[in-house]
C-alpha cells in the first residue's frame, strides 16, 4: 500500500479527529509493519515490538481530538516508537536494579539463621511463660497476643483493672529477665 503524502495524511488527521474509524484504520494498515520493524531495531522481541506498536495506536485513537502533529505523521509515528522503545529500555534498567536490590536485601535480611532466630525467639517465649504463675500468664496472654485491653481483662477475670495492670507487669519482668539474650527481637514483636 502506497504511503500518503502530506495532503492526504492532512485529510486523514482531520478524519480521525471525527472519530473516523476508516482513517484509523487505514493508518493501521499503511503504518503498522514498518513500524514494528523499525521498533525491531532497537527491541529484538517481535511481540515487545508489536505490543509497543499497538499501544502507540490506541493513545492515538485515544488522543485524535486533541493531538496535535507539527511534523508529518509518519515522522510522528517513527518518533513515538523511538520514544516508547527508550521508555522501555527504562523501565527493563529499573526492573533489573530493584530485582538485584531485592534479591542483596533478601540474602541479607531473611536468611536462614535469622528464620530460625526468630523461631527460637517463640520457643523461647513459649518456654519463658510457662514459668510464669498462672495469674500473671493469663493476664499477659489476653493483653499482648489476644489484644485485650485492661478494662476488658478486668472485666473477664472478675478483678480491678490495677490488678490487671500490676499482673501483666510482673509476668513482662519475669520474661525479660528470662528472655534477655532476645532483647531486640522482642522489641519488634512488641514485648518491651
Keep these: 500500500m502506497r504511503k500518503p503524502d502530506i495532503q492526504q495524511e492532512y485529510f486523514v488527521l482531520s478524519a480521525l479527529k471525527q472519530d473516523s474509524q476508516e482513517a484509523f484504520s487505514l493508518l493501521f494498515r ?23 506498536v499497538q499501544s502507540i495506536f490506541l493513545k492515538l485513537w485515544n488522543d485524535r481530538k486533541s493531538i496535535q502533529i507539527e511534523t508529518s505523521l509518519k515522522s510522528y509515528l517513527l518518533k513515538s516508537v523511538r520514544n516508547s522503545c527508550f521508555d522501555e529500555f527504562r523501565h527493563l534498567e529499573i526492573v533489573r536494579q530493584y530485582e538485584s536490590d531485592y534479591e ?89
Excluded: W
Design 30 to 52: 499503511t503504518y503498522y509493519t514498518d513500524l514494528v520493524l523499525f521498533c525491531g531495531n532497537f527491541i529484538k522481541d517481535k511481540s515487545a515490538c508489536e505490543d509497543i
Design 104 to 192: 542483596n536485601s533478601v540474602l541479607d535480611c531473611y536468611d536462614t539463621e535469622n528464620y530460625v532466630l526468630y523461631s527460637d525467639l517463640y520457643d523461647h517465649l513459649h518456654h519463658a511463660l510457662e514459668q510464669v504463675p498462672e495469674q500473671y500468664r493469663e493476664a499477659f496472654v489476653m493483653n499482648r497476643f489476644e489484644g485485650l485491653k485492661y478494662r476488658e481483662i478486668a472485666v473477664k477475670l472478675n478483678v480491678s483493672e490495677r490488678t490487671v495492670e500490676v499482673r501483666v507487669s510482673k509476668a513482662l519482668e519475669i520474661l525479660r529477665k528470662q528472655l534477655k539474650d532476645f532483647f531486640m527481637l522482642l522489641l519488634l514483636i512488641g514485648i518491651p
